[in-house]
């Protein structure tokens, strides 16, 4: 056991990190996204906000069952109604945490919540109270605590410790503090508050200035012992926390942060990658998890990395996952080496039937593709364990394509539609837009695209690429995205992903549109 000071880390992609645009997850992503993070040694997994919409509700409830390690932990306003909805769908873990919260600063107190401040302290003992009731482990926020007052935050915090809390999360919920205030705000809770020694004090920090990890790891140097954080930093507007920067800041750094957590490193990279496949694609200079995080291009800077690595690495790739590209496997590798490789690239626990269907779409590409590289073969897995986990309502059986010079494009699809099969054949202002006609022609509907995005997943022209796609439907978004050597399939498969998607969104939050709404806004 070490001696240092552990910090928990509370991850919040689930919930925070799902109310950024475009990053609603389907149950079957949630489900696959927990179970590495249970495995990533995440200690808290704020799996959703179960009062918000049904969809969040079945995640947290699924969630809570399949945690081996983690915490599974609801969020909820200051009310019996969204409290008793996070006990529900949390109570089949053998230990659970409710997060209570409510606005404590002086802005949202008169605009938002219309209370007096004496009128939100009534608020925060009832309902910490109420929480405490039905679980040990409560956690209490004031929700954009870095512009509250002093010595109302003090009054406040030592309340709900009193009433029961056993965390207590400061949330920069606008992203507007810098460390030097935020480590102030710790300090004075540590010093001013004469019950602070009964709870966890936690820090929660957005991005809108870009400091949420610099404020993150101020917070955890004044006293903070829990950070709630995001992987890739997903999260409303700018986002939330990086969690994968704030671990390898703590690791790389400990000389003088001399703290530890439980995180295995070596899965950060695929944790990345699964909520990138949910969500959307990670920028490619992002810190730690990004396509560029570990490469070198300058002659000066290779050279002096051959000679040795510390010279311009400051940690190494391996530390969080990355492994090197490498040529590995061809069309006359059988089944027996797919799965030593899977198991190599750390997907040891997926399913056989995930691994068949992986292997057949690796030998259709090892027929297309010179070089298959690790990289080629987890796009392909990826895509497998999404697209197979859950029952399409349309799936692409035929398309082809008509491009070039002269001709207007024109695209013949054949589409499954609920079981139904269906063809057109459209032209368009170029192949992409001739293919997304077709759908619209076969599967009438009304939705923006936001976003269409091509990436080579590896070099060279035979490179498979990864299409992402975003569309928009009264105010829901979804992402799809999908893989293939040929540009045209992958983007009809992440258009129908998104769509596919939406579908499950319509279904799943029509009972309770009203009430997602509210709740979505705050
Ligand atoms: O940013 C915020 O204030 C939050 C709270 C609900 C904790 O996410
Ligand atoms: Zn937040």
Redesign the pocket.
């Known amino acids: 056991m070490s001696d240092k000071d552990k910090i928990f880390i509370f991850d ?1 992609t689930m ?2 990190g799902e ?1 950024s645009p475009g990053a609603s997850m389907s149950l079957e992503e949630k489900i696959q996204i927990a179970r590495i993070f249970d495995e990533l040694g995440i200690d808290i997994i704020e799996a959703g906000f179960p009062i918000a919409s049904p969809g969040d509700f079945e995640a947290v409830t699924a969630i809570s069952k399949i945690l081996k390690n983690s915490i599974p932990c609801g ?1 909820s306003r200051a009310s019996k109604k969204d409290i008793d909805a996070c006990h529900e769908a949390l109570k089949a873990a053998p230990r659970f945490r409710i ?1 209570t ?1 409510i ?1 404590t600063s002086p802005l949202h107190m008169k605009h938002k919540l219309n209370k007096s401040p004496e009128q939100v302290l009534d608020a925060i003992k009832e309902s910490v109270t109420y929480a405490r009731n039905l679980t040990d482990d409560v956690e209490w ?1 004031p ?3 870095t512009r509250t007052d002093m010595d109302y935050m003090c009054k406040s915090v030592e309340l709900a410790i009193s009433c029961g809390a056993t965390t207590i ?1 400061i ?4 992203g507007y503090t810098i460390p030097s205030e935020y480590t102030k705000i710790i300090t004075t809770l540590k010093n001013k508050v004469p019950n602070i020694d009964k709870a966890i004090l936690s820090v ?3 991005n809108d200035l870009g400091l949420a990890v610099a404020n993150s790891l101020a917070g955890v140097q004044a006293g903070a012992r829990q950070v ?1 954080c995001t992987i890739n930093g997903i ?2 507007r700018a986002g ?1 926390a990086a969690l994968e920067e704030i671990v390898m800041a703590i690791r790389t750094r400990n000389d003088l942060m001399p703290y530890t957590t439980g995180i295995k490193t070596e899965l950060l990279s695929k944790a990345s990658k699964v909520v990138s496949n949910a969500t959307f694609p990670v920028q490619f200079n992002k810190a730690i998890v990004g396509k560029n995080a570990f490469a070198h291009e300058a002659g000066i800077h290779q050279d002096g990395m051959l000679k040795n690595r510390e010279t311009y690495e400051i940690m190494t790739p391996e530390s969080v996952g990355v492994k090197k590209t490498s040529l590995v496997m061809g069309k006359h590798s059988g089944r027996h080496a797919f799965k030593e490789k899977l198991n190599d690239l750390g997907y040891a626990d997926v399913t056989d039937d995930i691994i068949q269907t992986a292997f057949g779409k690796f030998k259709i590409l090892a027929d297309k593709k010179k070089h298959v590289y690790d990289d080629d073969i987890m796009a392909l897995v990826d895509d497998s364990l999404i697209t197979d986990n859950q029952v399409n309502a349309i799936n692409l059986k035929s398309l082809k394509v008509f491009a070039g010079t002269g001709e207007p494009q024109k695209a013949e699809m054949t589409l499954d539609v609920y079981g139904e099969v269906k063809s057109t054949s459209e032209t368009g202002d170029g192949p992409v837009d001739a293919i997304f006609k077709c759908i619209k022609v076969l599967y009438p509907h009304d939705v923006k695209l936001l976003l269409y995005q091509v990436h080579a997943v590896t070099e060279g022209t035979d490179a498979q690429a990864t299409v992402s796609v975003r569309i928009e439907e009264k105010g829901k978004t979804t992402v799809g995205q999908a893989a293939d050597t040929d540009t045209l399939v992958a983007s009809a498969n992440a258009y129908l992903s998104a769509l596919n998607k939406m579908i499950i969104k319509r279904k799943k939050t029509a009972p309770m549109e009203h009430e997602t709404q509210k709740v979505k806004g ?1």
Not at 171 to 174: A, E, N, Q, R
């Open positions: 919040t919930r925070d109310q969020l997060h919260f606005s926020s929700e954009d605590g999360n949330p920069d919920t606008v929660h920090c957005h709630e999260g409303e939330n705050i």
